[in-house]
């Protein structure tokens, strides 16, 4: 089983930048593929980001494509979510998630690990 914790939300002015962090206990973020989804209330969540395990691939939801930047250090157990020209409706909390080995990188059912979420807010 792994916990996952998010950091690094936070107020930022549209056009300006963050980078979320997502590390873990028990078991380490490098036994897993990775992913970011974000969800803004009353609506479903929405896929972001992902990561393979070994960071060779990722993907990207169509709204932050050439925008967004997904990583990983395994070496210090986090994966980051790097967010430039933000937007106002970029807005929302943000979840990483740990993938098991089945299922679409897009869908929140691939993942059964959840951390609490961060919250983004972007003012214009």
């Known amino acids: 089983q792994v916990q996952l914790v998010e950091s690094g939300g936070g107020l930022v002015q549209a056009g300006g930048s963050l980078r979320l962090s997502c590390g873990s206990s028990g078991r380490t973020v490098s036994s897993y593929a990775m992913g970011w989804f974000r969800q803004v209330p009353g609506k479903e969540r929405e896929f972001v980001a992902a990561?393979?395990?070994?960071?060779?691939?990722?993907y990207y939801g169509d709204s932050v494509k050439g925008r967004f930047t997904i990583s990983r250090d395994n070496a210090k157990n986090t994966v980051y979510l790097q967010m430039n020209s933000l937007k106002p409706e970029d807005t929302a909390g943000y979840y990483c998630?740990?993938?098991?080995?089945?299922?679409?990188?897009?869908?929140?059912?691939?993942?059964?690990?959840w951390g609490q979420g961060t919250q983004v807010t972007v003012y214009s």
């Open positions: 990561i393979r395990r070994s960071g060779d691939t990722t």
């Open positions: 998630a740990a993938k098991t080995t089945t299922g679409s990188y897009y869908y929140t059912t691939s993942y059964p690990y």
